[in-house]
């Protein structure tokens, strides 16, 4: 059973909610009745605005500022969502930072910004959330990326990034297993936000031609699976990364 209670659906933390994949993801969310924490970095009027619109005067979503690698900010958004709507039953760890750059144009920064929101952040949301999952019931859902299994020249870091995703999800899964805790992960392909706007301007043709389901995607096309390893029906998969790419793999 829901830690937070049935009447009023699950409660659902979303990182990166407050725009792309994320948005799509809390929208879907919303609308099959759940509440839901859209948790954002610096975009606090696109958090707030999608918040208020899913929300219409009932408080059923909220907007929540924490930087995912931030352990204490991490432990902060977690106390305010439980404070809000009594428990936490969905993770979804959908934030993350996608820049690409060739081996020889790599420094510490960039390598680290990548990881810390990727992987550590990952890390950090999914251990304060674990305390307040319901047992068993709790979801874990990671936003992964095709790119960890095909890397393309100057995706390395990011895709090096993504395939810890993967493996976190696996090795999560096995821990957790025994608490009736899943943990699941969706690799998209690419779909159409603001991390793929160049990539769509400069390759969008050629990306469209490799593609067998004949369009770009889009984040509904995630928020579905997504939807579904957060439902009752997916209780028998645990450890799971689906790649979701319209059939470019
Ligand atoms: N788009 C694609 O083609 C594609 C393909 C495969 C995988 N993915 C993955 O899907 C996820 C969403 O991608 P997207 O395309 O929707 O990206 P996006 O439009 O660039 O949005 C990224 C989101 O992550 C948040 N974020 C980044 N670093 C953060 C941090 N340290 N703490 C908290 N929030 C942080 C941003 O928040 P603020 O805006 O508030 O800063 C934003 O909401 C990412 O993990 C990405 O790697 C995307």
Redesign the pocket.
């Known amino acids: 059973m829901s830690a937070a209670g049935t009447s009023e659906g699950k409660v659902v933390l979303v990182?990166?909610?407050?725009?792309?994949?994320?948005?799509?993801i809390v929208r879907r969310f919303a609308a099959d009745g759940h509440r839901v924490v859209v948790?954002?970095?610096?975009?606090?009027d696109?958090?707030e605005r999608l918040a208020g619109e899913l929300s219409d005067g009932s408080g059923r979503c909220i907007a929540v500022?924490?930087?995912?690698?931030?352990a204490a900010a991490v432990d902060r958004l977690v106390a305010t969502t439980v404070e809000t709507f009594g428990g936490l039953d969905v993770v979804v760890?959908?934030?993350?930072?996608?820049t690409y750059r060739k081996l020889g144009e790599m420094d510490t920064a960039y390598v680290r910004a990548i990881f810390?929101?990727?992987v550590l952040?990952t890390v950090l949301v999914t251990q304060a959330a674990l305390p307040h999952l319901p047992s068993p019931g709790g979801r874990i859902i990671n936003?992964?990326?095709?790119?960890a299994f095909r890397p393309i020249p100057s995706s390395t870091v990011?895709s090096a990034s993504?395939a810890a995703?993967v493996t976190l999800t696996h090795g999560f899964a096995k821990e957790l297993g025994g608490r009736g805790i899943t943990v699941n992960a969706v690799?998209?392909?690419?779909?159409?936000?603001?991390?793929?706007r160049t990539?769509l301007q400069e390759r969008g043709e050629q990306i469209l031609s490799m593609t067998p389901l004949g369009r770009i995607?889009q984040?509904d096309d995630?928020a579905g699976i997504v939807a579904f390893l957060a439902s009752a029906e997916a209780g028998w998969i645990t450890g799971r990364t689906i790649v979701a790419d319209g059939g470019v793999t």
């Open positions: 990182t990166g909610g407050s725009r792309g994949i994320g948005a799509g948790v954002y970095r610096s975009d606090r696109a958090a500022q924490a930087d995912i690698a931030d760890n959908c934030a993350g930072v996608g810390d929101a990727n952040g936003v992964a990326s095709a790119l990011y993504k995703v690799a998209p392909g690419v779909i159409e936000t603001d991390m793929t990539i995607g984040p995630i």
